[in-house]
Every structure is written in C-alpha cells, then in structure tokens.
C-alpha cells in the first residue's frame, strides 16, 4: 500500500463548492480514474481520504492536500495523470508525492486578499487597514459550538494576525497577506477580518477575492 499526498488547486468556479461536495467529487474522479484506494474496515467501509484543513466555500485555495491510500502499482506520475484526467474544471492536480508529514502539523494558513473599492483612495485605504491591524484591540464575532449548541464568541484578530502586509497592485486593487491560525482546535477565517474591514470603514467594495496560497506548519514549513 501506497500513503499518497495529492496537491491540487480549488479557482475559477470550483470555489462555490462546498467541503463536502468536494469530498464526493474527489471520490468520484478517483472511481473514474480507476485508481485502487484502499477503504476502511467495518461495516460501513470508506475510502481512506483526509483533508488538511478543509478550505471554506467562495476561498480560492493554490496549494490545497488530500491524503488517500492506495494498493501498490501505480507510480506517482500515472496518479496525477489519470487524477487530473478526471477533474472537473477548476480543480487541478498540481503534485503527487508520498506523505512525509501529517497532516494534523498543519498550525496557519497564508491567504491573499484583494480588494476592489472606489470610496477612498487606494494609499488611504492601505493606511486606515494598517491602522486598525495596529490597534491593541480589533475584536470581531466567532460563531463557535459548546456542545451541540451554537454560540457567538469575540476575539481580538490583532492577536492572532501575523505576517501582515498590505500594497495596490498595478491593477489598482488594494492588497493584503497575512498568516491567519489554522489547525483543528482553532482556526481564524480572513473574511472576519474583511468584514471588520468593511464595518470600521464603511465600505461596500466592488468585490473581495481571497486565495488560500498554502498551509503551514507549527515550525514554519509549508506542507507539502
């Protein structure tokens, strides 16, 4: 058996997929593309398949990871191909590689955002978004879970914000990176932020494009 890491992208019209309509379609194209995943045992048996971090709906992601396992006899290069030759527009199969790290030591996510707005004047913008990141307190809204109920929580995005930049891109929009907090016990949206954004400055862009451009490691690694 064969531990696999699939790196692929999720742009265009793929981004108003959901994380569990992506499930169901990495599985089909696997089905299409003939290659032998291996399940899990048990009465209800599963394709052995993990996510890292699964990437909210309307987010573009360059450099997203699925793990499968599979039965040996399949290089890595026949996977990516007959994977590829079964994606649906807007997901590509950028690599195929064996797993050297869990996914579980993805800890931050590194995302783009661009913003289009006419209201105020592209380096004003830049300095009135560096200004509240600057704040000591830019509290925004978390709706989080304690036990099966659904609760709404505040926390204070300048703590958890790290890596920020911000410039105008030749194209005139305004642009932001920054490394946001992503692992399974807690994980900080960009569109928090893009909303804090807008409310602060009472804005209504255009339109916001935000791209997931790869996940990090707790030791500042990408994982690949």
Known sequence: MQNLRICFSKTDDAIYI???????????????????ICFTEGFNPRPVMNFAM??????EGQREI??????DGLSHEDVKTRLQSAMPPGLNIISVT?????ASDVAFSKYKIEISQDKMPKETFNNAVLELIQRPELLAE???KQGKNKVVKYINLTEHIKDFKNWTSNDGNNVITLTLPSNTQFGVSPTLLTD?????????????????K???????????
């Open 18 to 36: 959901s994380h569990l309509d992506l499930m169901r379609c990495m599985q089909r194209a696997i089905q299409r593309a003939n290659i032998p």
């Open 98 to 102: 064996d797993q050297k790290r869990k």
């Open 142 to 144: 978390k709706i989080g």
């Open 54 to 59: 699964p990437l909210s709906i309307f987010i």
């Open 196 to 212: 804090k954004i807008c409310e602060e400055l009472k804005l209504e862009p255009e339109y916001i494009h935000i791209t997931r």
């Open 214 to 224: 790869c996940l990090i490691c707790e030791d500042g690694e990408e994982l690949v």
């Open 66 to 71: 699925m793990d499968i396992r599979i039965m």
